[in-house]
């Protein structure tokens, strides 16, 4: 009778009400009924990015939705500045060049975030850039980026269309799509969205859907300009991942009855008392510009990974995310993002410091638990 | 109280056991526990399509599955062959053509299968031909192709690879991969495997995978090398649609248990008892090359299509899909594709004949019905 729990930065765990609205019989995409549901969705995802602009429904994964922005936006030659500080952000290096683009990359230390000076220094060594790729929370690290200042340095000294990589952001940090000037932004279902992986969504400005006119890059599934013209219609222009959709559907409401500034201001409260209870148990952190989705932490020096994230899961039925590439055994990543609430985050901590005391780490039991309680009591 | 109930030919309805395995709290697919969920879905997927080859699964449409076959096997100045006979053949017309592939096209009438002159003929005049692409089951016009024979043909005159669109074929036609010297076949998930849409399964021969290895197009999601390097260990490369691929696990059980040889002769008694109801009521019906997946016919000449399909529609809750381009109000379509039994077309017969009643068509009422019940009666 050991309930399993995920702690992983997508998938995240899904409202039971979710689950069971997708489980409804299924209904024909072109129908009235659908078209009525994707227009609700639609409208509601514009809340959810705080935009008046489209947000367009693809069904992939979120690579997918950034494979759609770099293909409808840009043509070889173009050159793109992509910052890479982690998995994602070496991902939007290496897909550009697949696509003959000229890459000019901003390699920061995992665990930290890019500064105003080394946007300001790539955009003076590429004043054509024609694009600025960031990742608003970048999920292998944990690591935020200021959005709102990076986006008005790019907008203040450049062209170029500020893109954001909003898969693990979404849903967690503050994030004003209108009021920041961004163009592009993505993000997943399986996120903050709080529904199963499948579906991405793509939010684009005006300059941005200018920019589509112009792109040659070869394209036929992830041209947004059919997804755009579909949008018009409350229509998808290739069969949709329906049930994921109706998903969707029951996600937003949830959020919007909640109000999104409430979301973002839990995560905040979430990630905070998180960070109290490892830190209380003596573990430190590992991004100096933590997310509000994910919490990196340090595994302390003489606990095995292997047996660690084995007692966790086997004893204790919690999965949480393992470090990777050089920091794979080093650190481990707690998600709390999406469907979580205070007593997840007394019981994550719960579970690591049992787990903890199995594998001999040495500390005073419960004060991780206390940590977490103290922090929720004393800020609401 | 009125039930609702879709017959078109994807999505298809879902058996309620699959909709409820669907609705299970989600896993994570970098788990154990999805990864053995993964590997027996790509090993049942195999017997699905009658291979030892790899069976790769995608979260797309079946769009998107066909175009990954395009981007990873072909470069830009290969000859393609491509069929079009209906809405689908001429996507996989148009789709080559974006990558800068060199397309001949064989035009087939509506309602009309390619036949062996027609693809000798074009052998002959492109004997540089990289592929022929193929509609097994062309949905718009519900016309199969005579795949083993054409295959056969393809296979004694020529090197060019033979390509499959199996998306409503698969489960309800006969389709030997192996046996036929098949090198590609893609389907989706919302057809033939009665789960939601999402996905899309591309199965590849060894010359297929050779063909990989040449491609110069540029790719990242649709780089079916990818998939195949993450296949060998039960992985895929980006987070997949995982409440549908635990659909496709349970569905996929379904037709295991059944057996393909069942699946296919069911679905070759549905399509004959359909016809056989709607020629009683005076009907007639639309292909020449009738598919086993949907059955067209042309709607009576005094009845208004949109007076019928909202009579189906709102008095008795059935949606048929209607005709499409210049069959638009002309032709209807019933699928009786995946999870459907003889009472399911007993159904749908009684519900056009007391919509035609309604709509002033004269008819001997009953006679739809009976006919499809003597079928079942006397043909096993």
């Not at 990015?49 to 992939?60: D, E, I, R």
């Not at 003959?100 to 300001?120: H, Q």
């Not at 200018?210 to 792109?215: C, D, F, G, I, N």
């Not at 490892?278 to 340090?298: D, H, I, R």
Request: glycine letters at 8%; one cysteine or more.
């Amino acid at each position: 009778m050991i309930k399993k729990r995920l702690f992983t930065p997508g998938p995240t765990p899904i409202p039971e009400s979710v689950m069971l609205r997708m489980a409804e019989p299924i209904i024909h995409h072109r129908n009235p009924e659908f078209r009525e549901i994707f227009k609700r969705v639609s409208e509601n995802l514009k809340y959810l990015f705080q935009t008046k602009q489209p947000v367009l429904t693809l069904t992939c994964s979120g690579t997918g939705g950034i494979e759609s922005t770099f293909v409808s936006l840009f043509s070889p030659g173009d050159t793109i500045i992509s910052v890479n500080g982690g998995k994602f952000g070496e991902r939007w290096v290496k897909m550009p060049k697949v696509f003959d683009y000229n890459v000019f990359e901003i390699k920061n230390k995992w665990g930290t975030a890019p500064t105003e000076n080394e946007i300001l220094n790539a955009l003076k060594q590429n004043p054509n850039a024609k694009g600025v790729y960031l990742t608003h929370s970048e999920t292998s690290t944990g690591t935020a980026t200021d959005i709102k200042l990076i986006s008005k340095v790019i907008r203040e000294n450049s062209n170029a269309l500020v893109c954001v990589d909003g898969i693990t952001a979404i849903g967690a940090h503050e994030f004003r799509f209108d009021d920041w000037g961004i163009d592009v932004c993505v993000t997943g279902s399986q996120k903050g969205l709080m529904i199963p992986p499948g579906l991405a969504f793509v939010c684009l400005s005006q300059r941005a859907i200018s920019a589509m006119e112009k792109s040659t890059t070869p394209k036929f599934y992830f041209d947004l300009r059919k997804a755009l013209k579909s949008f018009a219609d409350d229509d998808t222009p290739f069969t949709p991942a329906i049930t994921l959709i109706v998903g969707v559907d029951a996600a937003l409401q949830i959020i919007k009855d909640e109000g999104i500034e409430n979301i973002w201001h839990q995560h905040e409260r979430k990630a905070n008392a998180i960070r109290a209870g490892v830190t209380a148990l003596g573990m430190k952190l590992f991004s100096n510009s933590p997310s509000f989705a994910v919490t990196p932490v340090w595994l302390p020096e003489n606990v095995d990974w292997k047996k660690f994230n084995s007692t966790l899961k086997k004893t204790y039925g919690i999965t949480v995310a393992g470090g990777q590439d050089e920091f794979t055994g080093k650190i481990f990543r707690i998600s709390h993002l999406g469907y979580y609430d205070e007593f997840d985050m007394v019981t994550i901590i719960a579970a690591l410091e049992m787990s903890l005391n199995e594998v001999g780490y040495s500390f005073t039991s419960g004060v991780g638990v206390q940590a977490v309680m103290n922090y929720f009591q004393n800020n609401k």
